[in-house]
């Protein structure tokens, strides 16, 4: 039985091809050091594992929960991104719970993308925009080019006329943070393009190094969404959990699509991310937090320094768990004597064309293994 067109038309999602070559060489006994994927080897903060135990046996944990989150989490949040960011949302109406990002994404795009319209999607970027997002709505994509001359930031001229763009700093996968001057100019976009939804993709607002604090998109303009995860910086990606926040009328059609879809994340986990936040003491992280983000800025000063000495063009940056590096004109030569030393790296191609020429390293692995693969590669 065919797949429908718009399931057959989606290439193999780019870790599903990594993850078989990894399996096959790990099957033939090699000693693997996977760079490939961004997903924590840290565990959570245990006050984050213990909350969700002791949530598991709250009397109405088994209940549905409902899509738009649980109301008692959603107060947590805001009360959050008041102390973070100094924005005040209602609790009511400015958020809605997710199962993590990429379901959030993956839904806002059914509220807004109509069959043929076309969807701004940076390139390179997290390949949800362009696949999980807008192919499987049917919509057309429009390439918004990411340079490494313009900072890894689009031009946004480039975006007139799309329904919805995506947007995405702390940057995956180039590691990139926007300027003060093009959050004001996203803003002004955003406030003078009423048929445009701009979505913030703040997956990695929390990991961030030394001096530098990410802003929120909405401390520029109230009309957008903004998509949060607890996936990184709590090292939860398993767990699924994270919020969108934003335009009313936005999180409502973001509502109307999850609940068919879903009935909402389980309320421990809901409860046990309330937890997480009410740790922040206004921006200022909880230590567990602080501790995780020492542990990945002490792996991206050494793996910078190290792929600049092999004479690598690497994007300096005071964020994400990703180095991002030019390695010639065509990468793949690079990727495959990573590979041959059993040392995955992802190619930067795909993250779409503009990543031709680029790899990326994601620092998920312990510094002594980091290390280990600078010495294979080398
Ligand atoms: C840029 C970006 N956005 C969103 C996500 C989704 O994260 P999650 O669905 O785990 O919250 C990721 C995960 O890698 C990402 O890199």
Redesign the pocket.
Known sequence: MPYAYRIDRLPEYLFADMERQIAEKTAAGRDVINLGI?DPDLPPPVSFTESLQRHAADPDAHFYSSSRGDFEVRKMIAHFFKGRFGVELDPATEICVVL????G?SSLARVYINPGEWVAVPSPA?P?YAQGATMLCDGNIKTLPLLQENGFLPDLTLAEGACMLFV?YPN?PTGAIATEYFWEQLGDFADTHPETIVVH?H??AEMTFGDYVAPSFLQYTRNTIE?H????VFNA?GF?I?FAVGRADIISGLVKAKSQIDSGAPLMIQRAMADGLQGYRGAEPPPEVQEIRKIYGERRAYTEHALREFDLDVTESPATFYVWAKAGEDEMPFVNHCLERDVVVTPGSGFGSEGKGYIRLALTQPLSRIKEAVTRIG
């Open positions: 961004g993590g990002g990429k379901e994404l997290y949800v995405n995956n993709d997956a990695y998509v995860s607890l996936s990184k990606t699924r994270g």
